[in-house]
């Protein structure tokens, strides 16, 4: 019964980072952080700005190099990969900033997001999009410039869908959005979790936290209790 229920266990964790260490110009952002995430999972990683918490969620990215620790996606090690790499193991991150291209349009954006997509599976993911977010389908011709700053986070989520992603990084995804949309960005997770979707969502504020499954409290880039 006993091996049964840790090979459950093991089977069921999905991604796991081991001791992680990030340096900015010999200065420690991240401090041998251990956490991990498994299927269907929501996780936060709560603090104030410089706390660590976009650090993090880059290098499990791979836009920053660690500087000790590694990261494990299905018992693989994935520390030194690619972003590419990653992206295609099933790892996709909805950015703080820049998360969409203002010139061009919805469509144009989510064609950017599968680009990488044969031309049948660029079609069911599309479709999948418009599906979830009817307001993306509405304004597929509108340019990413011209809507709000609520639909370009709901733009930035589909982009990042558009790869059927196994993990979801989400770096303050609530960041500078009205109480009315926060409270509808919420929901959205949330409908996300219940499609099977893990994420980790880097956040200021603990308004996420009553659906979260764990959460993580950082200080000066160190986890605390």
Do not use: W
């Amino acid at each position: 019964m006993m091996k049964a229920l840790n090979h459950f266990i093991l089977e069921n964790k999905i991604l796991e980072i081991q001791d992680l260490s990030v340096n900015y110009n010999g200065i420690k952002a991240v401090k041998n952080i251990s956490l991990s995430l498994s299927k269907n999972e929501v996780i936060a990683v709560l603090g104030i700005t410089g706390s660590g918490k976009s650090s993090l969620i880059n290098a499990i990215m791979g836009l920053v190099p660690v500087h000790t620790g590694s990261i494990y996606l299905y018992n693989e090690d994935i520390t030194h990969m690619s972003i590419y790499e990653r992206v295609y193991r099933g790892i996709s991150l909805i950015p703080e900033k820049k998360h969409v291209f203002p010139t061009l349009t919805t469509e144009e954006n989510l064609r950017i997001g599968g680009h990488k997509l044969t031309t049948q599976n660029f079609k069911s993911s599309i479709k999948n999009v418009y599906d979830k977010f009817p307001m993306l389908n509405q304004r597929r011709k509108i340019k990413a410039e011209n809507l709000s700053g609520g639909e370009q986070k709901l733009l930035a989520i589909g982009i990042a869908l558009m790869m059927k992603p196994k993990i979801l990084l989400l770096d303050e995804p609530l960041t500078g959005l009205s109480p009315k949309i926060v409270t509808e960005m919420i929901d959205i997770i949330k409908n996300l979790k219940e499609d099977g979707l893990s994420m980790i969502i880097a956040e200021q504020t603990f308004s996420i936290s009553k659906f979260l499954d764990k959460k993580y409290i950082l200080e000066n880039g160190e986890t605390k209790s």
